[in-house]
T-cell receptor, first 111, second 116 residues
Framework: DQQVKQNSPSLSVQEGRISILNCDYT??????FLWYKKYPAEGPTFLIS?????DKNEDGRFTVFLNKSAKHLSLHIVPSQPGDSAVYFC??????????FGAGTRLTVKP | ETGVTQSPTHLIKTRGQQVTLRCSSQ?????VSWYQQALGQGPQFIFQ???????GRGNFPPRFSGLQFPNYSSELNVNALELDDSALYLC???????????????FGPGTRLTVL
């Protein structure tokens, strides 16, 4: 059962432009959402998170938006840089320590 | 301060065999979670250990078992290996104090298991 979905396997943007990565979830019990970034041959690294009591969280160039009614969240990267090229995973968790990940979106930022 | 390390990096086994994967947590962390990442998919939660006891489990059969030691290092054991067990196995350490803090979950580079 895929409770967290990232429907775009890949995304390509020009350096300096905005990157928007999307994620949908089905389980209404999820109350905490995270984005991880993964480079080849490395484990995922935490990027940014948001609690279900908020609809926006910003950290530098990264902003996560949460739309609870649509069960949708998105990650905005502005401005995009070539070093942002990686696979981005959306993840969600409730109160049972079971964190569910999406399949990932490969972001390529072209110089 | 050392990060999360995993051993071995790569491993090849045959169907029916047993395997043990190891993880050393980041210094000061008391919680370790294990994930299975199949090709083209996101990590799937296997289980979590907190202070040497299982503290949550995903949808994996009992032949997936784990241990956490007093120094908070951990093992993942898989018995009766199946071809579908071929995947990248990730461990992640964190420091729980009552409320889970997934922000502080640090992943190791993973062990690539191939079952023939």
């Amino acid at each position: 059962d895929q409770q967290v979905k990232q429907n775009s396997p890949s995304l390509s943007v020009q350096e300096g432009r905005i990157s928007i990565l999307n994620c949908d979830y089905t389980n209404s019990m999820f109350d905490y959402f995270l984005w991880y970034k993964k480079y080849p041959a490395e484990g995922p690294t935490f990027l940014i998170s948001i609690s279900s009591i908020k609809d926006k969280n910003e950290d530098g160039r990264f902003t996560v938006f949460l739309n609870k009614s649509a069960k949708h969240l998105s990650l905005h990267i502005v401005p995009s840089q070539p070093g942002d090229s990686a696979v981005y995973f959306c993840a969600a968790t409730g109160n049972n320590n079971d964190m569910r990940f999406g399949a990932g979106t490969r972001l390529t930022v072209k110089p | 301060e050392t990060g999360v390390t995993q051993s071995p990096t790569h491993l090849i086994k045959t169907r029916g065999q047993q395997v043990t994967l190891r993880c050393s947590s980041q210094s000061g962390h008391n919680t370790v979670s294990w994930y299975q990442q199949a090709l083209g998919q996101g990590p799937q939660f296997i289980f979590q250990y907190y202070r040497e006891e299982e503290n949550g489990r995903g949808n994996f059969p009992p032949r997936f078992s784990g241990l956490q030691f007093p120094n908070y290092s951990s093992e993942l054991n898989v018995n009766a290996l199946e071809l579908d067990d071929s995947a990248l196995y990730l461990c992640a350490s964190s420091s729980l104090s009552g409320l889970a803090s997934y922000n502080e979950q640090f992943f190791g580079p993973g062990t690539r298991l191939t079952v023939l």
